[in-house]
């Protein structure tokens, strides 16, 4: 029941954040994949050759100008990574709960020991990283 008494509003509430979240877990590979000549969906995505993987903590970042020349954006799947070439597709996953989410390296990073990624607040939300758990264990598989 919502705090003003109305459980019709929960209930909806719920359903409209379920299917928000499935759309976009669909539409956000799509639209990163598609801008890519090499993957033309998530299913293939999924199924790319894995180059590397890595192990390690994953932070959020925000940041005003990037390595690579782009305009940095909140709101871009895009992330920053020490060595791994700018342009490279990484599937980032959470160790913790599974959720995945795949990110376009346009940044040198992270400056902190121990950490082998830093993800854009939209990238971080995907995989349940937010401003209030700051830090996750994550596998980073740079794709083909």
Not at 23 to 47: R, Y
Not at 53 to 67: F, K, P, W
Not at 68 to 73: H, N
Not at 117 to 143: Q, Y
């Amino acid at each position: 029941m919502t705090p003003d008494g109305h459980p019709f509003r929960l209930v909806h509430r719920m359903a409209r954040m379920f299917r928000h979240s499935v759309f976009v877990g669909l539409l956000i590979p799509c639209g990163i994949l598609s801008s890519c000549s090499s993957f033309k969906s998530p299913a293939a995505a999924s199924a790319a050759k894995i180059l590397e993987t890595q192990h390690g903590l994953a932070s959020l970042y925000t940041d005003r100008h990037t390595a690579s020349g782009e305009r940095f954006s909140a709101s871009a799947f895009t992330a920053a990574h020490r060595h791994w070439p700018f342009g490279c597709l990484v599937r980032c996953t959470n160790l913790h709960n599974g959720r995945w989410v795949i990110v376009r390296v346009n940044d040198r990073g992270p400056h902190v020991r121990g950490r082998v990624i830093d993800l854009t607040p939209k990238a971080a939300s995907m995989i349940g990283l937010n401003r209030s758990n700051g830090l996750c264990r994550v596998r980073l598989d740079r794709l083909e």
